[in-house]
């Protein structure tokens, strides 16, 4: 089992360019979450994906940012048009249940995304 | 909000020493967990307490939680320079379908 893989690890895109982030879950999870992280602070939540679904997304900005979890193959986040404040490193999790609160959460690596 | 707050922000003792830190959280919760992360690398699951155990155990972690206080402390006994990380606290939203965490304790460990 690969566990979560995430690609890329870096990202770089100039202002005005779109990222797009994929995740892959670990083998039998069907359950997506995706997190930001700017230097020296915690996570963030954007949002919660079942597949074909969005559950949550509270957390995303209302404008640019968008996730899907297709029925075949990785969760994507798409941010377009990057300006600066969206380099950050984003973080996607899987879980085997819908109540992640009451079972481990599996992360990727990141991807660290520079907007120049 | 964050639901989770962890102190010190930050934490720096010698191999060998014990290590705690602090979460505070703000509403009910059904468990807490403790994850850490090494540096430029994702977070690792540590331990999960239930809102019923009052402590736990794993290895050279103790986890502790008082409900009344809102509150839980992580416990490295005899740490080494390898669990130099960040230490995150995280809580289950109210519908428990997504994990909140906190701000972390940078803990270094110096050999």
């Known amino acids: 089992n690969a566990g979560v893989m995430q690609n890329p690890r870096h990202l770089v895109r100039r202002r005005g360019q779109e990222a797009r982030l994929r995740c892959s879950p670990m083998?039998?999870?069907?359950?997506v979450y995706w997190y930001r992280q700017l230097p020296e602070e915690g996570l963030k939540f954007m949002v919660y994906l079942q597949k074909e679904n969005i559950i949550d997304e509270s957390g995303m900005p209302k404008e640019r940012f968008s996730a899907e979890f297709p029925k075949e193959g990785p969760s994507i986040l798409r941010i377009q048009q990057v300006v600066r404040g969206d380099s950050a490193a984003y973080f996607c999790?899987?879980?085997?249940?819908?109540?992640?609160?009451?079972?481990?959460?599996?992360f990727g690596q990141g991807t660290r995304l520079t907007v120049v | 909000s964050q639901q989770g707050e962890e102190d010190p922000q930050a934490l720096s003792i010698q191999e060998g020493e014990n290590a705690t830190m602090n979460c505070s959280y703000k509403?009910?919760?059904?468990?807490l967990q403790w994850y850490r992360q090494n540096s430029g690398r994702g977070l690792v699951h540590l331990i999960l307490i239930r809102s019923n155990e009052r402590e736990k155990h794993s290895g050279r972690l103790r986890v502790t939680l008082d409900t009344s206080k809102k509150s839980s402390s992580l416990l490295i006994t005899a740490s080494r320079a390898a669990d130099t990380a960040s230490y995150f606290c995280a809580t289950a939203s109210e519908y428990g379908n997504k994990l909140v965490f906190g701000a972390g304790t940078i803990l270094r460990v110096k050999s």
């Open positions: 509403t009910s919760i059904n468990n």
């Open positions: 999790a899987s879980a085997y249940s819908n109540r992640v609160g009451n079972t481990e959460a599996f």
């Open positions: 083998k039998g999870h069907s359950h």
